[in-house]
């Protein structure tokens, strides 16, 4: 295969995995606190309208992220508040927001733009355009290594590098700080923790709160990054995709990097295999774009194993008095 199809194809993995890892890493976060989180899906959209329809009124990409952070941390509030304050069944607080966010933008992108919910066509001031990294010019002409580093790991926009950033960092907070250990310890026993005099409440609002502002920032990649806008449902079903690939990773960061990876390239190779030809015969486009979703019914069910998540992850914690 021709190195240039190669490095292309692996380009496209690493856009195409961005939203999956931010939003696998969101999960991440709310379910090792033991809230169990399938409303991933709807922060991204809801984060990936408002950051568009900012955007696409002032010009602004920094104005359009922030309001995309705002309005998914807003809505992890609310569903923290649902689940952690009023106890409520956390896989229906989750479904709730999924369906609000699905209906609400399509409701106001109609009413604010007037065109069949999607949002105007953003101005260039109004996206996120790739990063040239240092040398990157030079170092084109350099076979193989320089090939890699100028088209491979340079010409990303910052959201891709934040994206795999956040990965060891993650890693950091989850294993090396008192607050992970705190983290991890209310997934497991948040009765050992409030014994200890920590607010098991408080840390799961704080889980929840850090993952509105990763949906946030996969949202935006979705509207202000990769795309020039927003449209209905763009999301595409990644959130549930990211929570498959927090399963398969078994609760732990770097696995759930190497799985949206994955999962990535699942997403680009479909796009390359689109109008293929299999014994002579055209494979339809559907079946095509269904490959992804395919495989990852496959994986889970076929090559995961046993994974089990935080113990009390589900459960809503009552203070015993």
Known sequence: MDLGLILSTLDATLRLSTPLLLACLAGLYSERAGVFDIGLEGKMLAAAFAAA???AVTANVWLGLLAGLAVSITTAGLQGAAAITLRGNQLIAGVAINMLAAGLT??????????GGRTPQLPVTGRFQNIDLPFANELAGVPILGQIYSELISGHNILV??????????????????????????????????????????????????TGLLCGLAGAFFSIAQGSGFGNNMTAGKGFIALAAL???????????????????LDALQIRLQGAEIFGIGVPVQAIQALPYLLTVILLAGFIGKAVGPKAGGVAYTKER
Not at 106 to 114: A, E, K, N, S, V
Not at 187 to 206: C, F, H, M, W
């Open 53 to 55: 329809a900012v955007a």
């Open 106 to 115: 399509t409701f106001l992108g109609i009413q604010w733009f007037g065109q």
């Open 247 to 265: 399963i398969f990773a078994k609760w732990k960061p770097v696995p759930a990097m190497f799985t949206c990876l994955l999962f990535g390239f």
């Open 161 to 210: 590098y934040v994206a795999f950033l956040a990965v060891p960092i993650t890693w950091w907070v989850l294993y090396r700080t008192r607050f992970g250990l705190r983290l991890r310890a209310v997934g497991e026993n948040p009765k050992a923790v409030d014994t200890a005099g920590i607010s098991v409440i408080k840390l799961r609002y704080q889980a929840v709160l850090i």
